[in-house]
T-cell receptor
Framework: SQQGEEDPQALSIQEGENATMNCSYK?????LQWYRQNSGRGLVHLIL?????REKHSGRLRVTLDTSKKSSSLLITASRAADTASYFC????????????FGQGTRLTINP | EAGVAQSPRYKIIEKRQSVAFWCNPI?????LYWYQQILGQGPKLLIQ????????DSQLPKDRFSAERLKGVDSTLKIQPAKLEDSAVYLC??????????FGNGTRLTVT
């Protein structure tokens, strides 16, 4: 079963603008991760935020985590055409089967 | 470091036929995963190996799917017999610990 729900399902912006994607989940987690998938390729790990962290930065990426609302957001600043891809959040559960569960993804298109 | 290798890249078969996919993880990665990704959805875990032992196969349709990881290195995933709904991309991933996951480019299976 899918744990994370990304919003929006699709996002189209102009190059240079910021892109924000959201992820909501249902159960308690150890950490939440974001992955990128270019068309026809495998997923690439972008960033991991632990349950006791609220914000994390990596280059042009900023991730926030609100465990009380069971939600996370991924912000990509100053977008580039090369950022065009699908972005998935994945949650690592504290216990039980299916330790890393992916959401449905947000398809991001950057228009030049 | 060489990435996760998967073959074949594409496969087209008729329903009720059998098919096998191969994966070679990153050297030294003890954990290996097979995910199924249906078009427009996020990856769904089929099976997780730790060395050559199965950690989680709760979502593997065991009446038709099987997987093995002999000698704790490369792995094969088999479908027999295939159904139309098995059309998907089959992604292999590996990790040193539990995260992050390193994905191969996948095998795109079309069942006609």
């Amino acid at each position: 079963s899918q744990q994370g729900e990304e919003d929006p399902q699709a996002l189209s912006i102009q190059e240079g603008e910021n892109a924000t994607m959201n992820c909501s989940y249902k159960t308690s987690i150890n950490n939440l991760q974001w992955y990128r998938q270019n068309s026809g390729r495998g997923l690439v790990h972008l960033i991991l935020i632990r349950s006791n962290e609220r914000e994390k930065h990596s280059g042009r990426l900023r991730v926030t985590l609100d465990t009380s609302k069971k939600s996370s957001s991924l912000l990509i600043t100053a977008s580039r055409a090369a950022d065009t891809a699908s972005y998935f959040c994945a949650t690592e559960k504290i216990q039980g089967a299916q330790k890393l569960v992916f959401g449905q993804g947000t398809r991001l298109t950057i228009n030049p | 470091e060489a990435g996760v290798a998967q073959s074949p890249r594409y496969k087209i078969i008729e329903k009720r036929q059998s098919v096998a996919f191969w994966c070679n993880p990153i050297s030294g990665h003890a954990t290996l995963y097979w995910y199924q990704q249906i078009l427009g959805q996020g990856p769904k875990l089929l099976i997780q190996f730790q060395n050559n032992g199965v950690v989680d196969d709760s979502q593997l349709p065991k009446d038709r799917f099987s997987a093995e990881r002999l000698k704790g290195v490369d792995s094969t995933l088999k479908i027999q017999p295939a159904k139309l709904e098995d059309s998907a991309v089959y992604l292999c991933a590996s990790s040193l610990g539990s995260t992050p996951l390193h994905f191969g480019n996948g095998t795109r299976l079309t069942v006609t």
